[in-house]
Structure formats: structure tokens, C-alpha cells
């Protein structure tokens, strides 16, 4: 009997890998070999049934033959039989060794994917703080834009305000209105400052006010020896009623109003009054009427009058949708 060494075994399993149809080969001789087994056993079986025919047998060796030909075809089928299975078993290790490489594969496949949607959710959240953080960032830089916007704003506004008060005043002492009286010069410098630059930063910080007023009373010292006392209401307005007719009218159009409270610019509409008295034709007495139909103070200083021409011109502005009075 030959010996199957290992490899003998290894080539046949490379051989039954690379052709196929060997082991087909191998299952269909098997069945063939146990279909022949099954037909010398139906024979033999037949056979028994007869004493005579089991001594024919015998003596002429059928029996004997038969028995060795079911025996070599069992032999064979048997070794086919094992070739296969152990093919099988061959095939079967590998399998379940791929099987178990593949599982092992897709185990860390798994957990590799549940690492990377770990972290992507924690870069999600990540990304999403960052965000908050920009947009955060994002609306301090804005305001602060926004705040030194303003504050350039309002640095602006106050060197336009500080420039035009200096200009107003330097026209002023150059002798620009030396020929009106000094309450008709003070409206006209207060008048000119409350519609410009000086009048739009006032609104929101008074900071230059007092100077103002403290500067209408040193120029009205300087250039027209008014005293800082009290001086009758009457003497500054008859000083305004002997002024020039064009420079009347232009005071009379640059302090009218569509302001229905005349209370509330009283000193402005007295003084409109007067200078819309006919020249040398009124008394002291008119004009004393007029304070007293506006109930105006009888004394002013250069402070309070001031005071008082600038505030009405402010509310004018006011009723004219200018800009609201900061007083």
C-alpha cells in the first residue's frame, strides 16, 4: 500500500485548489465506486437465497471476487472519501481563520469609526465654540468700531464747535458788527453760534457754554465799555432802537419764527418790537410797554442777557425741527 506523505497532501490540495473539477471528480467516483458496492451486495444477497447457488459461487470463485471487489471499491471510496474531508477541513480552517481575520479587521474597523465620529464630534463642538467665540469677537470689534467712530465723532465735533466760537468772536473783536448796538451785536454773534457747529455739539455736551457767556461779557467790556453790572432792560433795547434801518430789518428777518409761544422767546419779540418802531417817534414809554407786555426782567447783565439770547435762539431752532434745545 502507498504511503500519502505530507507532501503528497500539500500538492493534492494545490492541485484540487487550481482544478476544481478534481474534486468533483472525487465525490462522483465515490458514488459510483458505492453504487458498484451497492449492486454486489443486491447480487450477493440474491445469491444466498440458494444453497446450490452459494456452492456454485464458492467453487468457482465468484463469491470471492465479488467480496474483493466490494472491498477494493470501499477501500477506494473510503481514501476518496478522506481526501475530500480533509480537503474540506483544509478549506474549512481557512475559512474560519478568514472569518475570524475579517471580524478581528472589522472589530477595529468599528472602533477606528467610532474614534473618528468621536472626534468629529468634538471638533463639531470645537468649530462651534470657535464660532461663538468669532461671532463674540466679531461684535466687540463692532462696537468698539462703533464707539471710536463716536468718539471721533464727537472730537470732531468739538474742535468744529471750539474753531467756529474762536471765529466768531475773532470777527467780532475785529469790529465786523462796530456798527449796531451792543445788545444788536451780542444777538448776532449768539444767533450765528447756535445755528452752526458750536449750536449741534452744544446740544450734546454744554462744556463751552460758560466760556461763552463769560467771553460775551469780556468783549462787550472791550469793544463797547459795557460794564458786567445790571443795566436796565430799557437802555439795551433803546441803544438797539437807534440802529440803522437795513441793519433793523436784518435783525427783524434773522429772529423770525413760526413759533406760536411767544412766551417761550419773549426777549426775542421784544426786541422785534422796538426795532419795528418808527425811528424818533416813539418814547422810552413804548418800550416799557413792550417789556412789560412780554414780562420781561427790568435788569439784565452781559451774563444773563446772554444767557437768555442764546436759550430762545436754541428753542427756535427746536420749533423749527433743527435740533432739540439742550437746555
Not at 26 to 52: T, Y
Not at 110 to 118: H, N
Amino acid at each position: 500500500m502507498t504511503t500519502v506523505t505530507d507532501n503528497d497532501q500539500r500538492e493534492l490540495e494545490d492541485l484540487l485548489e487550481k482544478i476544481p473539477v478534481l474534486q468533483d471528480k472525487h465525490i462522483v467516483d465515490l458514488v459510483n465506486g458505492l453504487e458498484v458496492v451497492k449492486d454486489h451486495i443486491r447480487v450477493r444477497e440474491r445469491s444466498n437465497n440458494s444453497f446450490f447457488q452459494r456452492m456454485v459461487d464458492a467453487f468457482s470463485g465468484k463469491s470471492a471476487l465479488r467480496q474483493k471487489q466490494i472491498d477494493q471499491n470501499l477501500s477506494t471510496g473510503f481514501e476518496s472519501a478522506v481526501v475530500w474531508l480533509e480537503h474540506l477541513q483544509a478549506q474549512q480552517i481557512r475559512s474560519d481563520r478568514a472569518l475570524a481575520h475579517v471580524t478581528y479587521k472589522l472589530t477595529e474597523t468599528r472602533a477606528g469609526v467610532q474614534k473618528l465620529a468621536l472626534r468629529h464630534l468634538e471638533l463639531e463642538n470645537e468649530v462651534n465654540l470657535l464660532c461663538e467665540r468669532m461671532g463674540e469677537l466679531e461684535e466687540r470689534f463692532l462696537w468698539q468700531m462703533k464707539e471710536a467712530n463716536l468718539r471721533l465723532d464727537s472730537i470732531d465735533m468739538r474742535q468744529s464747535a471750539m474753531a467756529q466760537m474762536h471765529k466768531e468772536f475773532d470777527r467780532w473783536e475785529s469790529g465786523s458788527y462796530a456798527g449796531f448796538s451792543p445788545l444788536a451785536q451780542l444777538t448776532i454773534v449768539l444767533e450765528s453760534l447756535s445755528w452752526g457747529a458750536f449750536g449741534k455739539y452744544d446740544v450734546q455736551n454744554s462744556e463751552f457754554r460758560e466760556q461763552l457767556f463769560d467771553k460775551c461779557i469780556i468783549t462787550l467790556k472791550r469793544l463797547e465799555g459795557v460794564p458786567p453790572r445790571l443795566i436796565p432792560t430799557k437802555e439795551w433795547l433803546s441803544a438797539m432802537s437807534k440802529d440803522r434801518a437795513i441793519a433793523k430789518e436784518s435783525l427783524i428777518y434773522m429772529l423770525s419764527s413760526s413759533e406760536n409761544n411767544h412766551r417761550k422767546v419773549a426777549l426775542n419779540t421784544a426786541i422785534k418790537d422796538t426795532l419795528e418802531l418808527q425811528p424818533n417817534a416813539h418814547t422810552g414809554k413804548d418800550i416799557e410797554a413792550i417789556i412789560q407786555r412780554w414780562d420781561l426782567p427790568y435788569v439784565f447783565n452781559g451774563r444773563t442777557l446772554s444767557k437768555r439770547l442764546y436759550k430762545e435762539s436754541c428753542v427756535r431752532l427746536e420749533s423749527e425741527g433743527l435740533y432739540v434745545s439742550g437746555f
